[in-house]
């Protein structure tokens, strides 16, 4: 299954599909909203609380609500689009979400990732546990961490940081190999602060400090919660609220004229006041007829395997990181150790470049090796699978790219177009940051 930018699909009567047909009358909505997605259901709920009356229309392109917010059931097994765990800093926006959730198993999880190195588990993040490290390679990575090359102007990429902030034996061992892996890009053509908050920042003092300190998760995902039907039940909750008919799935926005301010659709035209798009920022571009530099929009695909097996495999570990270039996924996480179960339900993903495709049959196979290889699976049995493509999954962000998407935004909102979320805004960022973001814009306009 693969989740493109304009998919086709077949509707559920749940969310209908749009009625109508361009150059029919012509509806009108006070606000359209392009993506069923975190973000755009998020914004139809907090316009919705102050304007109960305004008219909402969220147009979706695939056939069901949710983005990456998806999750499957399948021989027993609850599998997301790629893991997808909850970390909420404003109580207010959790308190939200739970509310509307009323007796579902919400459970909260203290983290349990691990970078399997050489070999050995090393506790995340690396940096501040290079003494789980053999000792010879902890002292190289403390001696080159002290002498590491600073410089009077500030880093110019994402790779230079690594290499000025944590030094060579830090940055070779596992930031850029694994990050390569995992963008599959050069990392010195990222802007330095490609990952923002997301990269775990440490400098000498906290990383000394960490040696003696008791194994405590830490990082902004260091407790996270996760409903035992998956991520989903986010997306059913922000649906709940929404009047019948407000989502129209198999209905994707296909030109916008920003002008006569209206949406088309394959069977309608809608009149709008303002619009918010959550579709990727070169998407919306481009179907508003918006001169671009497309070139700039560069981004990972990653193929996520999802994998059901027998019986239990490791306990005690929630995801994995995997910077051996030789192992073709980057990541395996264990959803049985999170919401509990006796059968090993396991994410794995794997990067790769824009335009890359992939054999699934062969890659699947070539997991599964990798995986016995690394001992995670012995002889165990593989029962269910499932498999999709995030396209894109972690934007580049680049000094253009950054540049484009500031011109493009702001061109756009004089326009009443607003372009939001992870792929609207085109950077790195969590659900919760969507909703933060898609408040904030309601309470705005
Ligand atoms: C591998 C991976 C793991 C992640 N893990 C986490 C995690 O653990 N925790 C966390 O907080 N975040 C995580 N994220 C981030 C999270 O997925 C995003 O922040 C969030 O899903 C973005 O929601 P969105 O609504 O902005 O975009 P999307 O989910 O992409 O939704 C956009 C919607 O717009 C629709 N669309 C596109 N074009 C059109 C069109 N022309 N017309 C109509 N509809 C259109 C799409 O079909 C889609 O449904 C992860 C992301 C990835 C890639």
């Known amino acids: 299954m693969t ?3 304009h998919p086709k699909g077949t509707g559920s009567p749940a969310h209908p599909k749009g009625t109508g047909s361009p150059g029919g009358s012509l509806a ?5 909203i392009i993506g069923a997605g975190v973000s755009g259901l998020g914004y139809a709920n907090w316009w919705r609380e102050a304007h109960p009356d305004a008219k909402v229309i969220v147009l979706e392109a695939e056939s ?3 983005g990456y917010c998806r999750t499957v059931v399948r021989d027993g097994f609850v599998w997301d689009y790629s893991g997808h765990f909850f970390h909420f800093k404003d ?9 509307r959730m009323p007796g579902q198993d919400i459970g909260t999880v203290e983290r349990i990732a691990k970078i399997r190195y050489a070999g050995r588990d090393i506790d995340f993040p690396f940096q501040k546990h290079i003494h789980q490290l053999p000792q010879d390679e902890f002292i190289e990575c403390l001696v080159e961490l002290y002498f590491r090359p600073t410089g009077e102007a500030p880093p110019r990429s994402f790779g230079e940081m690594l290499y000025r902030k944590l030094g060579k034996g830090i940055t070779e061992k596992f930031l850029r190999p694994y990050n390569e892996k ?5 990392l010195d053509k990222l802007d330095v602060d490609a990952m923002g908050r997301f990269f775990p920042h440490a400098d000498i003092a906290d990383i000394i400090a960490n040696m003696r300190k008791e194994k405590t998760p830490q990082g902004y995902n260091a407790t996270f919660t996760y409903p035992a039907g998956g991520a989903i039940q986010y997306i059913n909750a922000l649906l709940r609220d929404l009047p019948a008919g407000t989502v129209a799935v198999d209905e994707p926005a296909v030109a916008l004229d920003l002008a006569a301010h209206t949406v088309t659709t394959p069977r309608r035209t809608i009149r709008f006041d303002h619009v918010v798009s959550s579709a990727p920022l070169r998407t919306l571009a481009k179907i508003c007829s918006v001169p671009h530099d497309a ?4 981004s990972n695909k990653v193929l996520v395997f999802n994998l059901g097996f027998d019986r239990k495999g490791l306990r005690d570990l929630h995801w994995m990181y995997f910077p051996d270039p ?5 990541r395996v996480g264990w959803y049985d150790n999170i919401i509990g179960g006796d059968r090993q339900s396991l994410y794995v993903e794997i990067g790769a470049p824009d335009g890359a495709t992939f054999d699934v049959d062969a890659l699947r196979a070539r997991v599964l090796a990798d995986l016995k290889r690394e001992r995670i699976i012995t002889d165990h049995q593989l029962v269910a699978h499932h498999h999709v493509v995030l ?7 680049t000094k253009s790219s950054l540049a484009e998407t500031a011109r493009l935004k702001a061109l756009l909102a004089a326009r009443d177009v607003h372009s939001v979320g992870r792929y609207g805004g085109w950077t790195y960022c969590s659900i919760e940051d969507n909703l933060l973001e898609t408040r904030a814009l309601a309470t705005r306009l």
């Open 3 to 5: 989740v493109a930018e």
């Open 28 to 32: 009108h909505a006070n606000v359209v």
């Open 64 to 66: 069901e609500p949710g």
């Open 91 to 99: 109580p207010a926006i959790e308190a939200w979400l739970r509310a």
């Open 182 to 186: 995992l963008y599959a890009i050069d």
């Open 295 to 298: 070139s700039v929009f560069t």
């Open 326 to 330: 030789s192992l073709v996924f980057y």
């Open 391 to 397: 396209d894109p999954a972690y934007v580049h962000i």
